[in-house]
């Protein structure tokens, strides 16, 4: 499994540097390509929106996509993972508010651990 991640401020990049996932790949246009199983991270944005790079990034690379992971900001519309998971037939797998803390790092590991291939 890879693990792809958009992050603007640096709050997702924060995150998947304390999961230590191995080879992660940064979402920077959103023309990069992954031709293996992923799953992503990404940030929330513009009113729940899906990030334009990462909206990118998924029209290229839809067929790896095997579940999302949303940063977002406390009380805020995240429809950002509901829509991901609608669209592409997949599993939000945890939301976490901005960067997360220390119990969301242990909860993610596990979500994803059971999902490593
Ligand atoms: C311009 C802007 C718009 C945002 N819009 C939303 C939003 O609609 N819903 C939400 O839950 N979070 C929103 N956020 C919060 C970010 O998704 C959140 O802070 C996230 O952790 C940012 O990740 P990053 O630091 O890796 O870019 C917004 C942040 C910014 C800067």
Redesign the pocket.
């Known amino acids: 499994m890879r693990y792809v991640y958009?992050?603007?401020?640096?709050?997702?990049?924060l995150l998947v540097d304390r999961l230590h996932l191995s080879r992660p790949i940064y979402i920077d246009t959103g023309n990069e390509i992954c031709k293996e199983d992923f799953i992503l991270l990404t940030?929330?944005?513009?009113?729940?929106?899906l990030p334009y790079e990462a909206e990118n990034f998924l029209s290229i690379n839809m067929s790896y996509i095997r579940g999302v992971i949303v940063?977002?900001?406390k009380n805020?519309?995240?429809q950002?993972g509901d829509k991901i998971a609608a669209i592409y037939g997949v599993d939000c797998l945890y939301q976490v508010e901005?960067?997360g803390n220390e119990e969301d790092v242990i909860q993610i590991k596990k979500i994803l651990e059971k999902r490593k291939k």
């Open positions: 958009a992050s603007r401020n640096g709050n997702v990049a940030y929330t944005d513009d009113v729940g929106e940063s977002k900001k805020t519309a995240t950002a901005e960067e």
